[in-house]
């Protein structure tokens, strides 16, 4: 049954203190769906389980429907264990098994559940005026935890808000909905779209895009958020609080606790960062029911393949489906010999969602009505196997977000252009070509036109990337680069200091950088700087006190990062500074104590610096710092510098 508290069972174990004292870090965590790409999730589990040592392992397989893929994934040897959440009990029938049924929750657990979310509170608040009214809605869940959770939190509220009215139209919505049974999947759906029809229209169309992302993956933030912008037309601020709200409602899950200050960040900076999402499969069922029920054949907004598949719908290929704006196809062993039907043509869509499974050893290729998607605004393929033609991304002169993810390189953007692109994206890609590179530095017309709008871009993970154009300061528009995880990248280039638009950089685990350039001074505008795990930079440029906007400085785990230049203290908008595990670090700067902006300081494991200088680190004092992290044999240095009449000692944590 679905919904019914497996995957938070599942998790609950896996956190469990003495399962963790045990396995320690080999528990692992495995998502497979009704329409498993196996090739793909062995390759997971092969890296992950097999590739360890053959120690005691625990791995959880969520999701399983069929006995064959539970016999695939089961690995049998001795100090394995493994867990199985499945729908299927049938598929569960092996020997040496142990299983455990989930029943639906008892009237008081059930409660208790539905007042957590609705009222912030394990009972009934005594301010309500009908409580046997909000009973009989408890009821209308039937015990189902992700009903209770999800129609508590669209019913949630506070005192003084919520009439007696309020409820009983909430309970009778639910009452004409199906009566749940062992097969209750429409019925549920019915229920949970009560909590769809409490949104506005603009978050409905929102959580119906949801269905567009295929079930039971994690889809980066930034991606959905892009949609929501460029094809929505709405407000980046909006995009984030419609994010937000959806979550907060249960409709959407994040996979790490999301805090307000990750929220404050994305609205500041334009970007959500490393956030991700993810949704339970009966949400996207709703999902995808809302927007087929919503919208006739011959006037669909969306088509989403619901399930990967080798064949395209056949229903896609009529007058009707070439109307849709949103296209979501996920799957694989397409060539050029099998051939993309030939009358499949979407010159209305704003959006197109690629998802590629490889069968075999079979390459996919990219469809060729690609091309003629004149109005496309967003475009994300994600996959491995593909083949790119050179002319792939010809014609898409409105498309302003590329997000390309685990491909084999990206040679396809040669001779490209793409006037209008503000925001590229690769991730993981395996090989970036040189002519890619080279066609940059020559005056970066030759793969995407002149790029005047490029504002945002990300190579994460891009493991053969070495060295940057030397043209490359020719993206004048850009406001945020990240690079995080490019291992092999070496240097910037002289002329990267000409990216005078720069706002946020991030050379996270860029391990092979050595130094930063003189003219890295030149960012004005640079706002925040990620430098933590850069393991061989040793130094920073003289010119870098010139970063006068700076507020945002992270250099954890630079571990052989030895002195910081004379002009440090220049940095007077400096507001957070981390230098956590700098071990290598000798002293720090006479002008480090003119950081009078400075609110949180973290300096833990700095094992080279014996003892905090009064007289450096006394300017302090008076000014804005708020919180200190430090080792605890440096906490009474920290305290000795403040009287003990100090009004505003800081937070000090070691």
Request: neutral net charge.
């Given at each position: 049954?679905?919904?019914?508290?497996?995957t938070?069972?599942?998790?609950?174990?896996?956190?469990?203190?003495?399962?963790?004292?045990?396995?320690?870090?080999?528990?692992?965590?495995?998502?497979?769906?009704?329409?498993?790409?196996?090739?793909?999730?062995?390759?997971?589990?092969?890296?992950?389980?097999?590739?360890?040592?053959?120690?005691?392992?625990?791995?959880?397989?969520?999701?399983?429907?069929?006995?064959?893929?539970?016999?695939?994934c089961?690995?049998?040897?001795?100090?394995?264990?493994?867990?199985?959440?499945?729908?299927?009990?049938?598929?569960?029938?092996?020997?040496?098994?142990h299983?455990?049924r989930?029943?639906?929750?008892?009237?008081?657990?059930?409660?208790?559940?539905?007042?957590?979310w609705?009222?912030?509170?394990?009972?009934?608040?005594?301010?309500?005026?009908?409580?046997?009214?909000?009973?009989?809605?408890?009821?209308?869940?039937?015990?189902?935890p992700?009903?209770?959770?999800?129609?508590?939190?669209?019913?949630?509220?506070?005192?003084?808000?919520?009439?007696?009215?309020?409820?009983?139209?909430?309970?009778?919505?639910?009452?004409?909905?199906?009566?749940?049974?062992?097969?209750?999947?429409?019925?549920l759906?019915?229920?949970?779209?009560?909590?769809?029809?409490?949104?506005?229209?603009?978050?409905?169309?929102?959580?119906?895009?949801?269905?567009?992302?295929p079930?039971?993956?994690?889809?980066?933030?930034?991606?959905?958020?892009?949609?929501?912008?460029?094809?929505?037309?709405?407000?980046?601020?909006?995009?984030?609080?419609?994010?937000?709200?959806?979550?907060?409602?249960?409709?959407?899950?994040?996979?790490?606790?999301?805090?307000?200050?990750?929220?404050?960040?994305?609205?500041?900076?334009?970007?959500?960062?490393?956030?991700?999402?993810?949704?339970?499969?009966?949400?996207?069922?709703?999902?995808?029911?809302?927007?087929?029920?919503?919208?006739?054949?011959?006037?669909?907004?969306?088509?989403?393949?619901?399930?990967r598949?080798?064949?395209?719908?056949?229903?896609?290929?009529?007058?009707?489906?070439?109307?849709?704006?949103?296209?979501?196809?996920?799957?694989?062993?397409?060539?050029?010999?099998?051939?993309?039907?030939?009358?499949?043509?979407?010159?209305?869509?704003?959006?197109?969602f690629?998802?590629?499974?490889?069968?075999?050893?079979?390459?996919?290729?990219?469809?060729?009505?690609?091309?003629?998607?004149?109005?496309?605004?967003?475009?994300?393929?994600?996959?491995?196997?593909?083949?790119?033609?050179?002319?792939?991304?010809?014609?898409?002169?409105?498309?302003?977000?590329?997000?390309?993810?685990?491909?084999?390189?990206?040679?396809?953007?040669?001779?490209?252009?793409?006037?209008?692109?503000e925001?590229?994206?690769?991730?993981?890609?395996?090989?970036?070509?040189?002519?890619?590179?080279?066609?940059?530095?020559?005056?970066?017309?030759?793969?995407?036109?002149?790029?005047?709008?490029l504002?945002?871009?990300?190579?994460?993970?891009?493991?053969?990337l070495?060295?940057?154009?030397?043209?490359?300061?020719?993206?004048?528009?850009?406001?945020?680069?990240d690079?995080?995880?490019?291992?092999?990248?070496?240097?910037?280039?002289?002329?990267?200091?000409?990216?005078?638009?720069?706002?946020?950089?991030?050379?996270?685990?860029?391990?092979?950088?050595?130094?930063?350039?003189?003219?890295?001074?030149?960012?004005?505008?640079?706002?925040?700087?990620?430098?933590?795990?850069?393991?061989?930079?040793?130094?920073?440029?003289?010119?870098?006190?010139?970063?006068?906007?700076?507020?945002?400085?992270?250099?954890?785990?630079?571990?052989?990062?030895?002195?910081?230049?004379?002009?440090?203290?220049?940095?007077?908008?400096?507001?957070?500074?981390?230098?956590?595990?700098?071990?290598?670090?000798?002293?720090?700067?006479?002008?480090?104590?003119?950081?009078?902006?400075?609110?949180?300081?973290?300096?833990?494991?700095?094992?080279?610096?014996?003892?905090?200088?009064?007289?450096?680190?006394?300017?302090?004092v008076?000014?804005?710092?708020?919180?200190?992290?430090?080792?605890?044999?440096?906490?009474?240095?920290?305290?000795?510098?403040?009287?003990?009449?100090?009004?505003?000692?800081?937070?000090?944590?070691?």
């Amino acid at each position: 049954m679905g919904g019914i508290g497996k995957t938070t069972l599942a998790l609950s174990i896996c956190k469990d203190p003495e399962i963790r004292g045990f396995f320690d870090d080999r528990i692992h965590f495995f998502c497979v769906s009704q329409s498993p790409d196996m090739k793909s999730l062995l390759s997971t589990i092969w890296k992950k389980v097999v590739g360890g040592e053959l120690t005691p392992i625990f791995q959880t397989v969520e999701d399983a429907y069929r006995q064959h893929t539970l016999k695939t994934c089961h690995l049998k040897s001795k100090g394995f264990k493994t867990m199985i959440t499945t729908r299927q009990a049938s598929a569960l029938h092996t020997r040496n098994s142990h299983t455990y049924r989930l029943d639906l929750l008892n009237e008081s657990n059930a409660e208790n559940l539905f007042c957590h979310w609705a009222f912030g509170q394990n009972f009934i608040p005594a301010w309500v005026e009908e409580p046997q009214v909000v009973k009989e809605v408890i009821s209308e869940c039937k015990g189902l935890p992700l009903a209770l959770r999800v129609i508590g939190t669209s019913l949630s509220t506070s005192a003084g808000q919520s009439p007696a009215a309020y409820w009983r139209v909430a309970r009778d919505k639910l009452r004409d909905a199906k009566p749940l049974g062992e097969y209750h999947k429409d019925a549920l759906l019915g229920r949970l779209r009560t909590s769809i029809d409490a949104l506005d229209p603009m978050l409905q169309e929102c959580f119906v895009d949801l269905s567009a992302y295929p079930e039971d993956s994690e889809w980066s933030t930034d991606a959905l958020l892009d949609v929501w912008v460029y094809v929505r037309g709405m407000e980046w601020v909006d995009a984030v609080l419609a994010l937000v709200e959806l979550a907060s409602r249960s409709l959407l899950d994040f996979p790490e606790i999301v805090t307000s200050v990750d929220i404050g960040h994305a609205l500041e900076s334009n970007r959500a960062g490393g956030l991700s999402f993810s949704q339970h499969d009966v949400m996207r069922d709703l999902a995808l029911q809302l927007g087929a029920k919503d919208h006739p054949p011959s006037h669909r907004k969306r088509l989403v393949m619901p399930r990967r598949s080798k064949n395209i719908p056949s229903d896609w290929q009529s007058e009707e489906a070439a109307m849709a704006e949103v296209i979501s196809i996920h799957t694989g062993g397409i060539t050029e010999e099998q051939g993309w039907p030939t009358s499949l043509a979407f010159p209305h869509a704003r959006m197109l969602f690629l998802q590629y499974f490889q069968d075999g050893f079979i390459n996919n290729d990219l469809p060729p009505f690609l091309s003629s998607m004149c109005r496309l605004k967003v475009l994300f393929i994600r996959g491995a196997g593909l083949t790119m033609a050179s002319s792939t991304f010809e014609g898409l002169f409105e498309l302003q977000s590329l997000h390309i993810e685990g491909v084999d390189g990206v040679s396809c953007l040669s001779g490209t252009n793409l006037p209008k692109l503000e925001k590229l994206r690769l991730i993981e890609v395996d090989e970036i070509p040189t002519s890619l590179i080279h066609g940059l530095s020559q005056y970066l017309k030759v793969f995407f036109g002149d790029l005047n709008n490029l504002h945002t871009l990300a190579l994460y993970y891009c493991s053969s990337l070495s060295h940057l154009p030397t043209r490359f300061g020719l993206l004048v528009a850009l406001k945020k680069l990240d690079m995080s995880w490019c291992k092999r990248l070496q240097d910037l280039p002289e002329d990267f200091g000409c990216l005078v638009s720069l706002e946020i950089l991030i050379l996270a685990n860029c391990r092979s950088l050595k130094e930063l350039p003189q003219c890295f001074g030149w960012l004005n505008n640079l706002k925040e700087l990620d430098l933590s795990g850069c393991e061989i930079l040793k130094g920073l440029p003289e010119s870098f006190g010139n970063l006068h906007g700076l507020e945002h400085l992270m250099m954890k785990d630079c571990t052989r990062l030895r002195h910081l230049p004379v002009s440090f203290g220049e940095l007077r908008s400096l507001q957070y500074l981390s230098l956590d595990w700098c071990r290598r670090l000798q002293d720090l700067p006479v002008s480090f104590g003119q950081l009078s902006g400075l609110r949180t300081l973290k300096m833990r494991k700095l094992w080279t610096l014996k003892s905090l200088p009064a007289a450096i680190l006394g300017r302090l004092v008076g000014g804005s710092l708020e919180r200190v992290e430090c080792d605890e044999r440096l906490v009474p240095h920290w305290k000795a510098l403040y009287p003990p009449s100090h009004p505003a000692l800081p937070k000090f944590n070691g």
